[in-house]
């Protein structure tokens, strides 16, 4: 994707579409957002009818060619960039499907500012010409590894947003668990809060946020099970809070369960499987990564 320009969207106007303002054709045909639409007109290059500049209350005619930028405008960016490892599965002009390395995390924060994966990405972009920024769609914890989606403009992350928790985007997580959950299959829906005196720690609360996990035991031994999990809501911690409610907290969770750096030096989580639809073009897309070397080892 080297030397990738400012990624556009194009439409040709047919004969049912002539007449109509550029603003209702940007908004019903090419599906951009108000928001999206305001951060572009400004831009000289924004919306171009043609080839030349245009404004939203233009009229088009038909066989006319509209285009407009969905990129970020140059240097918005305020991420540092930092060289750092990716593995990325997919690419395209709209996203971009990584494989994360388990201890890496997702966002800069206090005491992360520059050795994240949108730190990596940055750097990235920045060196192979990608005019993009780094809209992460989806969140993983920084002990969790696997398949995670990161758009490259607002209008991919905002189309791929709506997508999260409807059957449209689904994401499946394998987990390493202490103990058995009984039954072996079956639905927690059980509300999430924070959990007094912690900044980080949730705990079921049954004034917090629903959520709601989805299970199934794969296999079972030595008193450990892998365990299939698919969400219905995200919430932070969700999977390793609701196995931990079950009795069966992830093996090497230091926050709900039993940490042991001998054993596996984080929470057994992985992002196995993932699918969603493209935000521009609407196809049927899916990954799935294996079960890391560190997660198989404990079953």
Known sequence: MAGEGPR????????????EKIDTLLRRELHLSGTVIR???????????????????????????????????DHKGVMIPTPGPLDIVYEDGDLLVLNKAPGVPVHPGPGHYSDTLCNFIAYYYKNAGITADVHPVQRLDR?????????????AQ??????LHTPAFRRVYLAVTDGVPEP?????????????????ARRVDPDGQRAVTRYRVLRAGQGRALVELELD???????????????????????????????????????ARLSLLHPVTGAPLSWEQPLPADMARLV
């Open 233 to 271: 809501t995200g919430r932070t911690h969700q999977i390793r809070v609701h196995m931990a409610h079950l009795g069966c907290p992830l093996t090497g969770d230091f926050l709900y369960g039993t940490e042991d750096p001998g054993l596996i030096s984080r929470p057994a989580l992985h992002s």
């Open 158 to 163: 905002e189309r791929l947003k709506r997508q």
């Open 184 to 200: 072996p299959e079956g639905v927690v829906d059980a509300p999430l809060g924070r959990a007094p005196g912690s900044l980080v």
């Open 39 to 73: 951060r572009v007109k400004w831009l000289e290059d924004g919306i171009l009818l043609d080839g030349v500049r245009a404004i939203t209350g233009q009229r088009v005619g038909a066989g006319q060619r509209l285009s407009v930028r969905v990129a970020d405008p």
């Open 143 to 155: 002990g969790t590894s696997g398949l995670m989606v990161v758009a490259k403009h607002p209008h």
């Open 8 to 19: 556009r969207l194009e439409l040709t106007v047919t004969a049912e579409m002539a007449g």
